[in-house]
Nanobody, 120 residues
Framework: QVQLVESGGGLGQPGGSLRLSCAASGTIFSINAMGWYRQAPGKERELVATITRGASTYADSVKGRFTISRDDPKNTLYLQMNSLKPEDTAVYYC???????????????WGQGTQVTVSS
């Protein structure tokens, strides 16, 4: 099995910064795409940023403020969030595309979610 553990959420001030982490463990043969999503109250879950081994993409709403990165030896995904805005308030989820070391099949796995609240 594959487990994802998120950390780093909490309360941030407008204009401030937070850094999220998502550590993957378990029966991992390899990891391909990784991404961050968020869901605000009353809204659908939306894509924030994705990263493959060669490129990253961002939602227009976070471009220039958020940076996604990955540490492959540690199977860990990060999201550096700068210039925070109240509209960034949401539960943030990581999603990781993993090739299982037992079956060699690919699957998508989600983290448990971490709350980010931006308020003064």
């Amino acid at each position: 099995q594959v487990q994802l553990v998120e950390s780093g959420g909490g309360l941030g001030q407008p204009g401030g910064s937070l850094r999220l982490s998502c550590a993957a463990s378990g029966t991992i043969f390899s990891i391909n795409a990784m991404g961050w999503y968020r869901q605000a109250p009353g809204k659908e879950r939306e894509l924030v940023a994705t990263i493959t081994r060669g490129a990253s993409t961002y939602a227009d709403s976070v471009k220039g403020r958020f940076t996604i990165s990955r540490d492959d030896p540690k199977n860990t995904l990060y999201l550096q969030m700068n210039s925070l805005k109240p509209e960034d308030t949401a539960v943030y989820y990581c999603k990781v595309q993993v090739r299982d070391s037992r079956t060699y099949s690919w699957g998508d796995y989600w983290g448990q979610g971490t709350q980010v609240t931006v308020s003064s």
